[in-house]
């Protein structure tokens, strides 16, 4: 790789790193001084993070993040990303009030699932009650058919599964860009 085409992406980083752990920082309601004091790394190595001026070294993250009690995935995550949820949070409260009514129906979501429950919309805004039902009915099945597929594809019917799916596609496919 070319010194133009790798610069960019340190800046980027070096950027993202911060950006991450000003984030993390208003969340965990943290100084500059207790990431100090929580991580162990020297003032003037937490200053340059947060300033973005420094790509910092694998370790150095490892020790911020264990400080900040957080994965270090954390620390490359798009801190942007954050907000949009936040919004979506706001903005779709029956979300919530459904999923706190009917627990049930919530078992064993990730995370990544709620985010995408809160960031659907109705026709004209938020989700009524009856809309949150039904996207948490057809999430639970889409789930389950994932679940019957990969024991499927386990089995000895695994190259018929594969084979069908192929075909499928191949018919979706081909009626989409008609």
């Given at each position: 790789m070319d010194a133009t085409r790798s610069q960019p992406l340190a800046h980027d980083l070096r950027t993202l790193h911060g950006a991450n752990v000003r984030r993390l920082m208003a969340r965990l309601d943290m100084t500059q001084q207790d990431?100090?004091?929580?991580?162990?790394?020297?003032?003037?190595?937490?200053?340059s993070i947060l300033q973005g001026v420094t790509r910092p070294h694998a370790r150095t993250l490892h020790k911020l993040a264990e400080g900040l009690g957080v994965a270090t995935d954390e620390l490359f995550q798009d801190p942007y990303h954050h907000v949009e949820i936040a919004f979506d949070r706001i903005t779709n409260p029956v979300v919530g009030e459904v999923v706190d009514a009917r627990p049930e129906l919530f078992g064993r979501w990730t995370q990544a699932e709620f985010d995408e429950l809160y960031s659907r919309m109705a026709v004209g805004g938020e989700l009524t009650e009856a809309g949150v039902l039904a996207a948490a009915e057809?999430?639970?099945?889409?789930?389950?058919?994932?679940?019957?597929?990969?024991?499927?594809?386990?089995?000895?019917?695994?190259?018929?599964?594969?084979?069908?799916?192929?075909?499928?596609?191949?018919?979706?496919?081909?009626?989409?860009?008609?």
């Open positions: 990431v100090v004091d929580a991580s162990g790394l020297d003032q003037r190595t937490v200053r057809a999430m639970n099945a889409r789930r389950q058919l994932m679940v019957q597929v990969a024991v499927i594809l386990e089995s000895n019917e695994a190259e018929l599964m594969r084979e069908f799916v192929a075909m499928l596609f191949r018919r979706v496919t081909a009626i989409d860009s008609s």
